[in-house]
C-alpha cells in the first residue's frame, strides 16, 4: 500500500479512503503562523473550547515580522497570549520560518499534520502526512475535529538515478512542474518512491514537498528511511523516527510519473507563474536587478552553504542586490559557526531577517519593472511588493552564480568552487520556543485595538438573486483576491479594513462596488480559481462584501473548502463555454437554491441570467458536509450547533 494512503487508513474517523470519496481523518499535530494565525484563534475561542485537543499544536510568527507600527507587535503578543492559554507551543519571532523550524524541531514521519499555510506539506519531506487548509480548519482540529476532504488520487513519483553536479531539490520539483503545471495536482497527492529518493537529503526533500503545492496537489510525502533517521538523529530527536519504506511497485498508486533524476538539468521558472518552467539554458544572460535566497523552500543550511561556496571569495555584480533570509535560527547560528555566512556577508549579501520577508513583499523589492530571481516558491504578479517586476524562481545553485554574473548564469559552467562542509553536528537550542504551561486558565489573552471579532456569514437564503460583480480568467490566485504584501498583512486580524482591498489588482472598484450591492453579488471565473496561499481571508473578506457565490470553471483545493467555511457557495459550470455567455453587471437568480440544498443538492440545476434570459447550467461536487455548512451559513455556525448538541 501506498504510505499516504496506509496514514490515512490508520486515521481514519468517517468515510472511506476510496479515490473521490468522503473522507475524514484525525490530525495528530497543528501549525499556524501570524498571518492566519489570528483568525484561526480568534474563531478557536469562538467555538469555546479550553484547551487544544492534538497531540501537539504549534504557533509560529515569521510573516508579519516588519513591524512599521503597533499592529503587528500586537498581533505577535496576542498569539503568544492566546497560546499559554489553550496550551499552544509559541515559535517567538526571530525563531524562523514555520515550515522550516517544523520540520527541524517538530515532524515526526506517519503522523498527521494540518497547517494554516499551503506550503504545509514541508514536513512530507520527513514523512509526515502535512495538508494545508484554512485557519478555520486548523481551529476545529485543535478542538479535536477530524479534518474532511475527498480522497485524492494517489500518484507516484518514481526517481531513478542521481542528481548531476548543481542540480538540486529544486530543479526536480520545477520538473514536476514543468510536467503537470500548477493544477496538475489539484485533489492529487504525490508521493515520492523509488531508488532515487535514498540519494536525496531531507531537507532536499522538503523543497520537493514545499513546492508540490504550486502544484495544487493536496500534499507531497516522502518515505521515512535512513535519511530520516540520521536527519532526526542530528536534531537529537531520534526517538521520534519511525520506518515508512518506500512503495514496493508502481501498482501501489492510481497512476504513476517517471523521473529520472540524472537527466533533470538547472530549471528556471519564468514571470509570471511557477509552472512557466524552462531550462536555465533558455534564460541565461537575462540581466537581473536582484537575487533573493530564502523562503520555507530553499532556506536550509544546505542552500546557504552552496551558495556561500559559489560566492566565497567573490564579490555579487555591481548591478544585483543579493538579499539572504536564513530558514530559522537554528540555520543562522549553523551558518554563523560553519563560516558559511561570513562568505555570503563578504561576498556583499544583505542578510535580512530569518522570516518570510520578500517572500511575502515584506522587504526588499525589486525596483519598477526589475528583474529579480528568487529561489522562492512563487513569482506571481504583484507578490514580490513591484507590481511590473518580473520574478524568475530556480535553486540556490542558479541564484548564486546568477548573483556573480549580474544576469541569469547556468551554474554548472562555474569552475573551481570547492564546496564547504556541511556541519554534521547541531547545537540545538529551543530558548525561542516556548512550551505550553499545564494549565492555562489564569491567563488573560492580550487583544490589541486593531484585532477585530470575524464576521459570521448569513444562513442560506431561500433564493438567491445576485449581480456579477466581477468576471475574471483563469488560474486567478488568493494574492489577486486577497493581496498579501508590507501594507496589507498588519490588517489580517482586521477584516472590515482589509476587505477594502479585496480584488484591487484586479479591480480597484471592486470593494466600493461590492458594498453598494444590498443583495449581494457573484464572481466568475476560470479554471484553478483561487490558486495559491491558504488564506481564508481570500474568503471571509469577499464574504463580508456580500459575494454570495462564486461560478468557476473549476477551483484549488484549500480555497474552494474556504469559500464553503464562510457560506459563499462554489459552483462549477456544467459546460465551460458558459464562462463566457455571463458578463459583469448581470443578474443571476437561482430560486429556490435552499431547497434544493436541503434535499441534498441533486440533479440537474441551472443559474437563470436574468439579464440576458438565459440559463447556465452549473454543478458542484458538495459533499454532505459542505452542504450542512453552508446551509448553515459557514463551518463556525455548523460546528457551534454540533458542540450544543454534543
Ligand atoms: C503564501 O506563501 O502565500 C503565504 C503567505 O504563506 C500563505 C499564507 C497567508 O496568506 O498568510 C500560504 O501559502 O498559505
Ligand atoms: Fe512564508 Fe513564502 Fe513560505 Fe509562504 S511561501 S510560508 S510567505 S516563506
Not at 533533470?264 to 537581473?288: D, F, Q, R, Y
Not at 434544493?596 to 452549473?618: I, K, L, Q, T, W
Request: charged share 20%.
Amino acid at each position: 500500500m501506498s504510505n499516504a494512503r496506509a496514514i490515512i487508513e490508520r486515521h481514519l474517523v468517517e468515510g472511506s479512503a476510496e479515490r473521490d470519496k468522503d473522507v475524514s481523518i484525525k490530525i495528530d499535530y497543528t501549525l499556524t503562523q501570524d498571518a492566519t494565525g489570528t483568525l484561526a484563534y480568534l474563531q478557536f475561542e469562538a467555538l469555546g473550547i479550553p484547551r487544544v485537543r492534538t497531540e501537539k499544536s504549534v504557533s509560529f510568527v515569521d510573516h508579519n515580522t516588519l513591524q512599521t507600527d503597533y499592529k503587528n507587535a500586537d498581533d505577535h503578543r496576542f498569539l503568544q497570549s492566546a497560546a499559554a492559554k489553550y496550551g499552544i507551543y509559541f515559535s517567538r519571532a526571530g525563531n524562523g520560518i514555520c515550515h522550516q523550524v517544523f520540520l527541524e524541531r517538530f515532524a515526526v514521519p506517519g503522523k498527521t499534520l494540518l497547517g494554516s499555510d499551503s506550503h504545509t506539506p514541508t514536513a512530507g519531506g520527513m514523512g509526515m502526512l502535512a495538508i494545508g487548509a484554512g485557519g478555520l480548519d486548523v481551529a476545529c482540529a485543535m478542538g479535536g475535529e477530524p479534518f474532511s476532504m475527498r480522497m485524492p488520487e494517489i500518484v507516484g513519483i518514481k526517481l531513478a538515478g542521481k542528481l548531476a553536479p548543481f542540480v538540486s531539490g529544486k530543479d526536480v520539483i520545477l520538473e514536476v512542474l514543468r510536467r503537470i503545471d500548477v493544477k496538475g495536482g489539484v485533489n492529487k497527492i504525490l508521493e515520492y518512491f523509488g531508488k532515487g529518493v535514498e540519494t536525496l537529503s531531507v531537507p532536499e526533500r522538503a523543497t520537493i514537498t514545499n513546492m508540490g503545492a504550486e502544484t495544487g496537489a493536496t500534499t507531497s510525502l516522502f518515505p521515512s528511511d535512513e535519511a530520516t533517521r540520521a536527519y532526526l538523529a542530528v536534531q537529537q530527536r531520534a526517538d521520534g523516527w519511525a520506518p515508512l519504506p518506500a512503495a514496493a511497485s508502481d501498482k501501489e498508486f492510481d497512476s504513476v510519473i517517471d523521473v529520472d533524476l540524472a537527466s533533470i538539468v538547472p530549471l528556471v521558472a519564468k514571470p509570471h507563474s511557477p509552472g512557466n518552467v524552462v531550462p536555465v539554458t533558455e534564460v541565461e544572460g537575462m540581466p537581473l536587478d536582484q537575487v533573493a535566497i530564502g523562503s520555507c523552500t530553499n532556506s536550509s543550511v544546505k542552500d546557504l552553504t552552496v551558495a556561500a561556496s559559489i560566492l566565497k571569495g567573490k564579490t555579487v555584480a555591481p548591478g544585483v542586490s543579493l538579499g539572504i533570509s536564513p530558514g530559522s535560527r537554528q540555520v543562522l547560528m549553523q551558518v554563523t559557526k560553519s563560516g558559511a555566512l561570513h562568505a555570503l556577508i563578504q561576498s556583499g549579501a544583505r542578510v535580512l531577517e530569518s522570516a518570510c520577508g520578500p517572500c511575502i513583499g515584506m522587504g526588499f523589492a525589486p525596483p519598477s519593472g526589475g528583474r529579480s530571481l528568487r529561489t522562492f516558491n512563487r513569482n506571481f504578479q504583484g507578490r514580490s511588493g513591484t507590481g511590473d517586476a518580473q520574478v524568475y524562481l530556480a535553486s540556490p545553485e542558479v541564484a548564486a552564480a546568477s548573483a556573480l554574473a549580474g544576469k541569469i548564469a547556468d551554474p554548472r559552467k562555474l569552475e573551481g568552487i570547492e564546496m564547504l562542509p556541511i556541519p554534521e553536528s547541531l547545537d540545538i537550542d529551543d530558548g525561542m520556543i516556548i512550551a505550553p504551561l499545564p494549565d492555562g486558565r489564569g491567563i488573560e489573552v492580550a487583544y490589541g485595538p486593531n484585532i477585530k471579532p470575524v464576521p459570521v456569514a448569513p444562513p442560506m437564503p431561500a433564493d438567491l438573486r445576485a449581480k456579477v460583480a466581477l468576471v475574471v480568467g483563469d488560474n486567478i490566485t488568493t494574492d489577486h483576491i486577497m493581496p498579501a504584501g508590507a501594507d496589507l498583512l498588519p490588517l489580517r486580524s482586521n477584516i472590515p479594513e482589509i476587505a477594502k482591498h479585496v480584488f484591487e489588482r484586479v479591480d480597484r472598484t471592486f470593494a466600493e462596488r461590492a458594498l453598494k450591492e444590498k443583495g449581494g453579488i457573484i464572481v466568475v471565473g476560470g479554471t484553478n480559481y483561487g490558486q495559491g496561499s491558504s488564506r481564508e481571508h481570500a474568503a471571509i473578506a469577499p464574504m463580508y462584501l456580500g459575494v454570495r457565490a462564486v461560478i468557476a470553471k473549476s477551483f484549488a483545493r484549500i480555497h474552494e473548502a474556504n469559500l464553503v467555511n464562510f457560506g459563499i457557495i462554489p459552483l462549477e459550470f456544467a459546460d465551460e463555454k458558459d464562462a463566457g455567455a455571463i458578463a459583469a453587471g448581470d443578474v443571476l437568480e437561482f430560486p429556490g437554491i435552499r431547497t434544493y440544498f436541503e434535499g441534498g443538492g441533486r440533479g440537474h440545476f441551472v443559474a437563470r441570467n436574468a439579464s440576458r434570459d438565459a440559463d447556465v447550467p452549473v454543478r458542484h461536487h458538495l459533499s454532505p458536509r459542505s452542504i450542512q455548512t453552508l446551509l448553515a451559513g459557514g463551518l463556525l455556525n455548523s460546528i457551534r450547533e454540533k458542540l450544543a448538541k454534543r
